[in-house]
């Protein structure tokens, strides 16, 4: 299994995760190739969320030859993806690869950068939009955003998942890039979420951008800057 407990996080160290997540962070590799790599990216740790922390169950076949026994994946039907927009969306295309049947619900929320970061590494989060399907106990909710950076925009987004729904069975907050101060924020928030990333990058800077990171994911994807 590709999943490495790290503390707060759970890192996903596929080698096809590790591989696409470096085309990311080059700065040469422009919008087509960035937005489909993020594609590429959410599909992987979709596939390592079904290898990892989901059930199976045997069935019985009919095939064309004779009866046998198979294996299935339980509760596909129970998923919920939560798009953070909007530098999820390409990220959230791929997880629907592996989980086609999932109900998504999306959150409009980011940073008032003018306010700019607080003393205690926080920005003031501004959610515009959301639209959440109903999430009950047997669900498994993914909220997905490829950047955790000071975890301010994670922690307000969890305040609207889980603020009049039930706790769903499984609640995975996952992202491409990492800091450890958003991680410990969200971790301490909410502990009833596991936390998954592709890589812990080593620090934020005074703008609360993560280093060595990949850029505004965003801006890269729809070349808006």
């Known amino acids: 299994m590709a999943i490495e407990d790290r503390g707060d996080a759970h890192l996903i160290t596929h080698a096809l995760a590790k591989d696409t997540l470096s085309r990311l962070r080059d700065v040469e590799t422009e919008q087509v190739a960035f937005r489909k790599g993020l594609v ?10 079904i290898d ?17 026994t198979g294996e299935r994946v339980k509760g596909l039907d129970n998923v919920v993806i939560i798009n953070v927009l909007r530098a999820a969306t390409p990220f959230v295309e791929g ?9 998504q619900g999306v959150i409009s929320a980011g940073r008032n950068e003018e306010a700019g970061m607080g003393p205690d590494g926080t ?11 109903d999430i009950t106990e047997e669900d498994t909710v993914i909220v997905a955003d490829p950047m955790l950076a000071t975890g301010s925009t994670m922690c307000a987004v ?17 992202s491409a890039v990492s800091a450890p101060d958003g991680l410990t924020r969200v971790a301490e928030a909410a502990p009833q979420a596991d936390l998954l990333t592709v890589a812990i990058d080593e620090e934020l800077n005074d703008e609360g951008f993560i280093v060595p990171g990949l850029g505004d994911a965003g801006d890269r994807a729809f070349r808006t800057q």
Do not use: Q, W
């Not at 990892?52 to 046998?68: D, H, N, Q, R």
């Not at 997880?95 to 109900?103: D, G, N, S, T, Y």
């Not at 003031?124 to 399907?133: G, S, V």
């Open 123 to 133: 920005f003031p989060i501004e959610i515009d939009y959301t639209k959440l399907p």
């Open 40 to 49: 590429k990216l959410g599909r992987i740790c979709g596939y390592e969320i």
């Open 158 to 174: 969890l305040d609207h998942v889980l603020g009049d729904n039930p706790e769903p069975e499984d609640l995975f907050v996952l």
């Open 95 to 103: 997880l629907l690869k592996a989980f086609p049947r999932a109900k």
């Open 52 to 68: 990892g922390a989901m059930e199976t169950e045997f069935v019985s076949i009919e095939t064309p030859m004779a009866e046998t």
